[in-house]
């Protein structure tokens, strides 16, 4: 099968022949049918510090993954050949493309326990999304967050996260209000079902907000999160732009704010986003790429070219 192999710190994947896997018995084998490119994957390619997370060199990157069961251990009884299915990558299976190889190839093995079912109403590249950007975004409003409908939310950052996050809490009986700086993309907000879109969330602050999930997390973002947050709010921090926040803690003392960090999520999330996605509801937008122009695609990402998620279909 063909792949891309992660051998270093500022080196170019490469363009490998590998032989298929075989599945262990509590695995099943895939033929990967959507990978998403992540910023993630960015910062493996370019900076050393990621060395640590990889079980080891060489790997096939590529953590959100989605395809087609073609072959199933004898331990396996729950999934069968021709189901359609996403990986979790927070199991104790691990993340692929980390832990094991992951879905920059044709072809990839993974514990049945990490398997989450895709709807046939919904797309493979879709499929990909909800296993990272879109379980991430829900993870942290529904879960972390505790969204309830009626509630008023603001959102900083309408990305591949964000359009996900706040398309799903309109869904969910929630006011949107989104904070994003760049005002080429604010119409989306609206399309999405936001009642207002703005440069930053201080504008919401008069809006008493109930709760604010930061998914872009530049410092600044936080702050201004704990001064537009209503009393007795949440904010949910997900966005890791700078790795260091100073804020008021008058203002959280005072307003008795809950600051709270939000990380990854589940299967259960990802179950919830498919039954979202195959509504018909839920639609982000995906833009499909071969698995041969996965290098090209990074840089994109890297120079921040894309909108919404860039998904690799190597397989129809």
Request: glycine residues 14%; aromatic residues 6%.
């Amino acid at each position: 099968m063909k792949a891309w192999h992660f051998t270093g710190t500022g080196k170019p994947l490469e363009w490998v022949e590998l032989p298929d896997p075989t599945p262990a018995d509590d695995q099943v084998l895939i033929d990967v049918t959507g990978c998403g490119l992540c910023h993630t994957d960015v910062g493996v390619l370019d900076d050393e510090g990621w060395l640590e997370t990889l079980a080891g060199l060489p790997i096939v990157m590529g953590h959100e993954v989605a395809g087609r069961i073609t072959a199933v251990g004898k331990d396996v009884t729950d999934w069968h050949v021709g189901d359609r299915v996403g990986v979790c990558p927070t199991t104790p299976a691990g993340a692929p493309g980390f832990t094991y190889n992951g879905g920059f190839a044709e072809k990839m093995t993974v514990a049945a326990g990490a398997l989450v079912a895709i709807p046939d109403e919904v797309s493979f590249a879709l499929g990909a999304t909800a296993t990272d950007a879109g379980m991430t975004a829900y993870h942290a409003i529904m879960t972390t967050g505790g969204l309830q409908p009626g509630m008023k939310l603001g959102v900083i950052g309408l990305g591949g996260l964000g359009q996900i996050g706040v398309r799903a809490a309109v869904l969910k009986g929630a006011d949107v209000y989104v904070a994003e700086i760049n005002k080429d993309i604010w119409p989306m907000a609206t399309e999405l079902g936001a009642k207002e879109v703005s440069g930053s969330i201080m504008d919401f602050a008069d809006k008493k907000l109930d709760l604010i999930v930061d998914l872009a997390g530049f410092g600044t973002t936080t702050a201004e999160a704990i001064e537009a947050i209503g009393r007795g709010g949440r904010v949910v921090q997900v966005g890791m732009g700078k790795l260091e926040a100073t804020v008021s803690t008058k203002a959280m003392i005072l307003k008795k704010v809950t600051l709270v960090g939000s990380n990854g999520g589940t299967r259960e999330d990802i179950a919830g986003l498919y039954e979202l996605f195959a509504s018909g509801e839920l639609d982000p937008v995906t833009t499909e790429i071969s698995l041969e122009d996965i290098p090209e695609g990074l840089d994109k990402l890297r120079r921040g070219q894309v909108t919404g998620r860039l998904v690799a279909c190597p397989t129809p």
